[in-house]
């Protein structure tokens, strides 16, 4: 698979089909083009923010909407999630909005800090029933062989890297020989942006990677000790936001040609797509909904988002949920070459092991609930 994402072609490459919605009763739109700030090509600039295009299909109506939801008791089901983090916005909006009921679900959120692997081992484990993540943080314990399976990407977007001019950080090249300021060693934005460097020929070990708090990362480059800044949002944006001019965005994770890739996933237990895949499937179906939602009224993810603590004006919120793509759901194949694209990717930075096939992963890992 080359830079281009040559690999998806069609309908898969944006998600999921027009035919596919309707018969899965989902709602998800394509992805949409990029923007163009200061001659680098990038996407989700917070000087760009996307809209979604429309679909012009008929959306899901949830019980929220006007039509009853599903009769009956709802199936219990445990959610993992970070109500931290903004890109999770459509489990949120799940609940709120009355999409969880609406498809005979009863969710229960277990909002998870601790590591990756503590995450998965609790979803393989029956603690929780399914999680939402990130791609770049799962795929190398995924590997490693925890029983759960990935049914569909939410969206792309929301990780970013800020340079300050100042310091002579401009654009990806500048980092040679410099300072990036990350919140952990093993945080999807690191993984990133070490593996679009790669792919760029330049070494990701030529640039430092120094841990600080994650609030603190602005104060990395005001203190001389880091040239850039690498996390998620809510907070990068925050951070560019309110460095007035300080600080800009070199590059996202919708830099060129990851324009049209998931970064956040949906992970359910295999135990439950085995034993009970009416239930996998009716959760699959709800948050790509929700999905939906959040990309066509991001204000209502906004209010969701802050309703669980997100920090953020809800002006601030929406916008950032704008520069997303939470109308980019890939599932089926197309999701299974978005897993084999990143696996490979992450090889070029010793994340996934050499050995590994990537399409035989990717087959591996990911489960049709759908069909």
Known sequence: MGDGNDGAQGDGARGLSRRSL???????????????????GLAGSLLAPRA????????????????????????????????????????PVAKDYGIFAAHGLDVDFVNFGG?????????????????????LRWLK???????????????????????????????????????????DQASPAKNFFSLLLAKRGIDPDSV?????????LPLAIDKGEAQALADNDPRTWIFLKESNGKLIE??????????????????????????????????????LEAAHRVATRPEDGAKAFANYGGKGSPEDLAAMLRSH??????????LKQEIADYTDELKLVNVIKP??????????????VLS
């Not at 995924?142 to 401009?170: N, S």
């Not at 793509?325 to 197309?334: C, D, I, L, S």
């Not at 050995?355 to 049709?368: G, L």
């Open 250 to 287: 070199v590059a996202s994770n919708l830099t060129a040609e990851f324009q049209t890739r998931s970064c956040c996933i949906l992970a359910i237990r295999n135990t439950l797509i085995r034993d009970d895949k009416a239930t996998a499937t009716a959760l699959t179906r709800a948050l």
């Open 208 to 216: 430092q990677w120094r841990n600080y708090p994650a609030e603190a």
């Open 22 to 40: 309707l018969r899965y009763g989902a709602a998800a739109g394509l992805a949409v083009p990029v923007g163009v700030i200061g001659g680098h």
């Open 325 to 334: 793509t939470h109308a980019h759901n890939p599932t089926g194949a197309a």
């Open 52 to 91: 979604p295009e429309l679909p012009d299909f008929p959306i899901c109506r949830t019980g929220a909407d006007g039509q009853p939801a599903a009769t009956g008791p709802l199936k219990p089901i445990k959610l993992a999630w970070n109500a931290t983090g903004i890109c999770t916005a459509a489990a």
């Open 115 to 135: 590591s990756t692997e503590t995450l998965l081992e609790a979803i393989a484990t029956g603690k929780a029933d399914a999680g939402i993540g990130m791609a």
């Open 141 to 183: 314990p995924l590997e490693q062989g925890f029983d759960v399976r990935v049914t569909t990407g939410l969206h792309g977007g929301c990780i970013r890297l800020l340079g300050a001019p100042a310091t002579g950080v401009t654009k990806l090249e500048d980092l040679k020989g410099r300072t990036v300021a990350i919140s």
């Open 355 to 368: 050995s590994t096939n990537s399409a035989r992963f990717a087959e591996k890992v990911y489960a049709d």
